[in-house]
C-alpha cells in the first residue's frame, strides 16, 4: 500500500463544474503540499498546508490531520486547469517528501 | 528567468553511456532536491543537499547515480553506465532557507531516455 493515496486517479469536468480532488496519507506529517503538474513535466506549488485550510484564487485546501486526509478544491474549472495534481507530504520522522502518483484531470470545454 | 533551471531538458543516451544532469536553482536557495519520475507516476526522491553538503542520499538507486552541489548552487546528477530502467524524467527542486516550511519550486525537468 503507498503511503500516500490520491483519488480519483483520472478526472474529467466540464467548464465551470466545482471539483474535488483527496489524499490520504498513512504517515506521521509535519507538512502537505499540493502540486500541480503540466504535460511537459514542470511542477508547480500550490499550496503548503500544515493544518486547516487555505485558498488561492479558485483553489481551496484543506487538511484533516486527525483523519489523515487533505482535499483540493477548483471551483468554476477551467480548460487550462488541466493538469496532474500531485499530493506530497513531508514524513515527520524522515523530512523526506513523499509523493502520491496524481490526479489527471482534463477539463472540457 | 528566477526560477530553477535545468538542462538538457532533454537526453538521449546508449546503454553504457555516462550522463551528467544539471540544475540551476533559484539564487539564495540552500535546499536543492533531485527527485525521478517514471512515466505515469510520482516523483521518486533521490538526494538533499543543503548547501554543499549532501544530507541524504538514500533514495539514489545504485552506485552508478552520483550527485554534487560544490559551491552550494549548481547541482550535478551523474549517471554512469546508463542502463534502459535509468530512463525517466529528473526533476530538480529548491527552497530557501530549511525545506520544513518552506514552498519547492521545481524545474521543467531532464527526460532522459536511455536505448
Known amino acids: 500500500k503507498n503511503e500516500v493515496e490520491q483519488s480519483p486517479q483520472n478526472l474529467t469536468a466540464q467548464e465551470g463544474e466545482f471539483i474535488t480532488i483527496n489524499c490520504s496519507y498513512s504517515?506521521?506529517?509535519?507538512?502537505l503540499h499540493w502540486l500541480q503538474q503540466h504535460p511537459g513535466g514542470g511542477i508547480v506549488s500550490l499550496f503548503m498546508?500544515?493544518?486547516g485550510k487555505k485558498k488561492h484564487g479558485r483553489l481551496i485546501a484543506t487538511i484533516n490531520i486527525q483523519e489523515k486526509h487533505s482535499s483540493l478544491h477548483i471551483t468554476a474549472s477551467h480548460p487550462r486547469d488541466s493538469a496532474v495534481y500531485i499530493c506530497?507530504?513531508?514524513?515527520?520522522?524522515?523530512?523526506?517528501?513523499?509523493f502520491g502518483t496524481g490526479t489527471r484531470l482534463q477539463v472540457f470545454p | 528567468g528566477a526560477g530553477v533551471s535545468q538542462s538538457p531538458r532533454y537526453k538521449v543516451a546508449k546503454r553504457g553511456q555516462d550522463v551528467a544532469l544539471r540544475c540551476d536553482p533559484i539564487?539564495?536557495?540552500?535546499?536543492l532536491f533531485w527527485y525521478q519520475q517514471a512515466l505515469g507516476q510520482g516523483p521518486e526522491f533521490l538526494t538533499y543537499?543543503?548547501?554543499?553538503?549532501?544530507?541524504?542520499k538514500s533514495g539514489l538507486p545504485s552506485d552508478r547515480f552520483f550527485a554534487e552541489r560544490p559551491e552550494g548552487s549548481v547541482s550535478t546528477l551523474k549517471i554512469q553506465r546508463t542502463q534502459q530502467e535509468d530512463s525517466a524524467v529528473y526533476l530538480c527542486?529548491?527552497?530557501?532557507?530549511?525545506?520544513?516550511?518552506?514552498?519547492?519550486?521545481f524545474g521543467n525537468g531532464t527526460r532522459l531516455t536511455v536505448t
Open positions: 527542486a529548491s527552497s530557501g532557507r530549511t525545506y520544513y516550511n518552506s514552498p519547492l519550486h
Open positions: 504517515v506521521g506529517i509535519s507538512a
Open positions: 498546508l500544515s493544518s
Open positions: 506530497a507530504v513531508r514524513s515527520e520522522d524522515t523530512d523526506k517528501l513523499i
Open positions: 543537499f543543503q548547501n554543499e553538503a549532501q544530507l541524504d
Open positions: 539564487s539564495g536557495h540552500v535546499s
